[in-house]
């Protein structure tokens, strides 16, 4: 059964390109012009990954993502003719796993889509379940269970925290994460790390004096067991 992209553009040159290219390349995609179509369709086809436009009329890119986020964790990538670096990190804190700056090419989106495909819809289902004092990660279920209660996060926060919680007390730097969690062909900025890792921050902080979050100046990140 092919996978289902979302498309959502109200440029209707670049959604038709996009289509050509996505459906040549195996993937069966459904189309939306606005904010308000593409959460719609968004509820009746269920796709299996989401390419959003952030300038678009009735709703913007960026409500668009957060009314989807109240509602699911598909992977959602942003689409902006905006390359400044607060509309990016903006679309990263409404949700979204990741973002590409117009104008793009076909086979940097390609890239994306696979990338995020290959940690979502065939994640191993394995030795996926870590438990620490208040924390259960579960990679099977894609659920991360705080203080006995599900949270929830967008799939990339839960990759970078179950890979980070997976070698306790380790210090990876940021181009390791992007390369590990987000893949060698990403072509974001270390910034992106830094944005996630606030996010699971607000999520996390105070839970346990057991295991923190930790920042390594200079260096990167670690999950710390005491």
């Known amino acids: 059964m092919a996978t289902t992209i979302l498309l959502i553009e109200d440029d209707r040159n670049i959604s038709e390109l996009l289509q050509l290219y996505l459906e040549k390349e195996g993937y069966?995609?459904?189309?939306?012009?606005?904010?308000?179509?593409?959460?719609?369709?968004?509820?009746?086809?269920?796709?299996?990954?989401?390419l959003l436009d952030v300038m678009m009329p009735v709703m913007n890119g960026w409500d668009t993502c957060r009314a989807i986020r109240a509602e699911s964790q598909v992977p959602i990538i942003m689409l902006t003719a905006k390359s400044e670096t607060d509309d990016k990190v903006l679309g990263l804190k409404t949700g979204a796993?990741?973002?590409?700056?117009?104008?793009?090419?076909?086979?940097?989106?390609?890239?994306?889509?696979?990338?995020?495909?290959?940690?979502?819809?065939?994640?191993?289902?394995?030795?996926?379940?870590?438990?620490?004092?208040?924390?259960?990660?579960?990679?099977?279920?894609?659920?991360?269970?705080?203080?006995?209660k599900k949270v929830d996060?967008?799939?990339?926060?839960?990759?970078?925290?179950?890979?980070?919680?997976?070698?306790?007390n380790r210090v990876y730097t940021r181009n390791q994460l992007l390369d590990e969690v987000w893949g060698f062909d990403y072509f974001g900025d270390s910034r992106t790390v830094d944005v996630h890792v606030k996010r699971l921050r607000e999520k996390l902080e105070n839970v346990s004096e057991k295991w923190s979050l930790k920042t390594v100046w200079g260096v990167g990140y670690k999950f710390e067991v005491l």
């Open 28 to 50: 069966s995609v459904n189309t939306a012009y606005d904010g308000r179509q593409g959460l719609e369709l968004f509820r009746t086809v269920q796709p299996d990954l989401i």
């Open 153 to 168: 996060a967008p799939p990339k926060e839960m990759e970078l925290l179950h890979y980070l919680a997976s070698t306790p």
């Open 97 to 148: 796993d990741d973002y590409i700056t117009k104008p793009f090419e076909m086979r940097e989106v390609l890239a994306r889509i696979e990338a995020i495909l290959r940690r979502t819809i065939s994640h191993p289902k394995n030795t996926n379940r870590l438990v620490f004092d208040r924390l259960i990660i579960d990679m099977d279920a894609f659920e991360l269970i705080i203080d006995g």
